[in-house]
């Protein structure tokens, strides 16, 4: 990856520049502090300018929440939760919602269209629009409740991680709006390491004892963290799975169904050629026995 | 005394064969046999990144992705059609029990050892129930996958369940297919013309289905 565009230092900025010393060879990484997230939706607002959309039709729900779900042309959205705790405080947990990009992304595994879904050696999981069939099968895959469907033009869409930014050395468009900082992103080495601690300090400065790093396991890891005041209790964040995966079925759909299927249809067809070769065609053939036929069937032959 | 020779259309069924299948069962047949094959071409494309090439020569993987569902459909229609029709004809009768158990028979051509069959044999009822599944599993699945969109989050996770029945069953009726069209094609000669021009030679219908050939030529000689 290019280096030399990455910034090092901005003219008249409070501070360093976003990200200065991250390493951005490979394995990029998002880390989404939430408990530094006011909610402010620079990053919504980001993402839409970058990628150029125009803001959608939504709904009021009473909340701070801008719309009630993502959507194929809104991929960031900070979900919010008003969460009662169980010392009867309360918490307003803001979460910025979208892909996570997967180490091992279902979404990938589910897509049976070639090169629909494609994952960077830097972890980036991209949606190529242009092979997309528009089955949904991806929908299926993913564990987040990610890729959304535009019913127009019947392709699929999700965030990018700006790919088309990284790609040429800068930040994602949401890292660079986010004024609080709680957004970072770099290496996943060096995300990882920053995120704990981050977690540590929480622990040992705040009352969140369990603040923990989100990188679920699962899915082998993601390349979109967070740092969770409870790490305990993710599904409060908007239903952030607990333990994310690929599902069983979706395992057994793409792996033995695949190939116990396969091989019994071949088999099937192999049997059919062996059977025809050694019994071959039922003819049917009229002959007359000792007892006089009663109608006509015998003058009628075959 | 010298004859003009000259010839006419025929317009009945030739006086050695006997009908087997009328005009509309075999446009039902038919009807049922495009919509599925084309459904099992599509699907196997979206199956399987070696046979995705399938859904390109029918036009594309969106032009598949558009149609596979809504000739699903008309498979469903075509194959209850077909079913309700022949409703009398697939039911199992008390002779289909002992022509299941000595089916080995069949398949190495010993027939003179298997109890009589009527229209369809005990072989056929199994394949029809088999499809009769795969109409009911196929659409309730079918439907689900072509449009998660509407699918709430709570209930998500039964898209891989779905998708697993989906092709499972499927490729279970991908199994059956094969056998029916060996049979139909490659097996039993006369079949074919049976399905496409309607009628088989008398010695077909005493061979393969004696019950129903004595009732057919009951009515022949009622007439």
Redesign the interface.
Known sequence: MPKQLQIKAISGHAGPAPGKDASRDYDVCKLIDVTTCIGCKACEVACLEWNGYQFRETTFNNTYQTMP?TAWNYWNLIRFNEHTNPDGTFQWLMRKDGCMHCEEPGCLK?C???GAIVQYANGIVDFNQA???????C???CPF?IP??N?ET?KVFKCTLCSDRVSNGLEPACIKSCPTGCLHFGSKDDMKELAEKRAAQLREHTAHKNAGVYDPQGVGGTHVMYVLHDIEHPEAYG?LPKNPSI????Q??KGP??WV??S??IL??IA?VV??LR????????REDQIPPS?E?AT??? | MATNKHAVLRTEVP??KIMRYTWWERVCHWATAATYVYCGLTGM?????YM?WL?VIVG???T???WHPILGLGFVAAFFWMFIMWRDDVRFIPEDKEWNEKVMYY???E?EKLPPQGRFDSGQKVFVIGMLAAAILLPLSGFV?WF??YMP?SI??V??????VH??AA?LS??LF??HV?MGT?????SWQAITLGYV????G???HPLWYRKV?EQE?RK
């Open positions: 779900d589910a049976p269209a070639e092979n997309c069939i528009g089955c949904q099968y929908v299926t895959g409740n959304k469907f019913p019947k239903g599902a069983a079925f979706t057994l759909w169904l695949k299927g396969g019994s249809l099937g067809l059919a059977h025809f019994w071959g065609p039922k003819e049917a053939e009229i109608s069937e009628h032959g075959n | 006086s050695d494309a979206f199956f399987t990144p995705f859904a594309g993987g969106p598949a992705r558009f398949i190495t051509n027939d996958l998660p969109e989050r998500h996770w898209l891989p369940i779905v998708a697993f092709s499972a490729l991908f199994g094969i056998i060996y490659m097996i039993v000669p006369g030679s008398r010695g077909w005493m061979l393969h030529t000689a």
